[in-house]
C-alpha cells in the first residue's frame, strides 16, 4: 500500500506516517517527492510517499506473538544459515550464470526484514550495469523470488564490488555540485532519473541548505529530482 503525508519536516511527517498507520518506523519505506525549507515569506514543508506491505511485520505487536523473526543483525558468516537463504543463494547464481556470467553468492549481512547479498564475479561491471539498473533489475526477480517462497517479509539487497556504496558517495557530490551551479545560476536543474532510494538521498542531502529546494518529477519507479533555487536574486 501506498500513501502519502506532509509535515513541516521529514521526522514530523513519518512520525504522523508511523502514527495514522500504527507502524514502526522500520516497517515502511519512505520517499521524499517535495521538500521546501522556511523561506521569508512562506513555511518549509515535506511530502512524504509511505510505502507498505502487508505482511506480518506490519502486524502491531500485540498480535505478533509466536511470528517467525528475521535473525538479529550478524556480518560474521556468509554461509547461509538456513533453507531460505540456500535457496535465495542457488536462484541468484543459477539466474545469473543462465545468462552467461560466474558468480559465487554469499551472505553480506542480516538485518531484521533486511538480507544482504554480495556477488562476486568477474562480470561485476556487466551485473552493475549503467546507474546500476542491472544491479536493481537482479535484486527485484531476487526479491519476487522471495516472495514466492513466502518471505514477503523480507526486504533482498543485492550488490557487488561495494557498488552501492561508491553510488551514494557520488550522489551525494552530485547533489552539492549541482545544488552549488543552481545558486550561482538561479536556475533549477533536473537530476537524470533515480530509483526511490537514490532520490531520497538527494533530497536528503540538500535539505539542511537554506536556499535551494528538491522535487521529484516524472512518473514510475524512476523519477527525477529537480534541484531549484529559491533563494533572493
Do not use: C, W
Not at 540456500?86 to 547464481?93: G, K
Not at 526511490?196 to 536556499?211: G, K, M, V
Request: glycine share 6%; proline share 3%.
Amino acid at each position: 500500500m501506498v500513501y502519502e503525508y506532509e509535515g513541516k519536516t521529514e521526522k514530523e511527517a513519518i512520525e504522523m506516517a508511523a502514527a495514522e498507520l500504527g507502524l514502526e518506523r522500520d516497517q515502511f519505506d519512505v520517499e521524499i517527492i517535495e521538500s521546501q525549507k522556511t523561506g521569508f515569506f512562506k513555511k518549509g514543508f515535506v511530502r512524504i510517499r509511505v510505502h507498505t506491505v502487508d505482511t506480518p511485520e506490519n502486524v502491531r505487536p500485540e498480535l505478533e506473538a509466536g511470528m517467525p523473526k528475521v535473525s538479529q543483525k550478524l556480518f560474521a558468516d556468509p554461509l547461509p544459515q538456513d533453507d531460505f537463504e540456500r535457496q535465495l543463494i542457488n536462484f541468484t547464481a543459477s539466474m545469473i550464470r543462465k545468462m552467461g556470467y560466474d558468480v559465487t553468492v554469499e551472505i553480506m549481512f542480516r538485518e531484521d526484514h533486511k538480507l544482504g547479498m554480495r556477488l562476486n564475479s568477474s562480470k561485476s561491471s556487466i551485473l552493475i550495469g549503467r546507474k546500476g539498473k542491472n544491479l536493481d533489475a537482479l535484486q527485484l526477480l531476487v526479491n519476487v523470488y522471495a516472495g514466492r517462497l513466502g518471505r514477503e517479509d523480507i526486504r533482498i539487497i543485492l550488490d557487488t564490488e561495494n557498488y552501492r556504496i561508491r553510488r551514494e558517495e557520488s550522489l551525494v557530490r552530485l547533489a552539492y555540485t549541482v545544488a552549488d551551479k543552481v545558486r550561482m545560476n538561479h536556475r533549477s536543474m533536473l537530476l537524470e532519473p533515480m530509483n526511490p532510494f537514490e532520490r531520497r538521498l538527494i533530497h536528503t542531502t540538500l535539505n539542511d541548505i537554506s536556499d535551494v529546494e528538491t522535487k521529484s518529477e516524472g512518473d514510475g519507479l524512476y523519477k527525477q529530482v529537480r534541484i531549484i533555487y529559491k533563494g533572493v536574486r
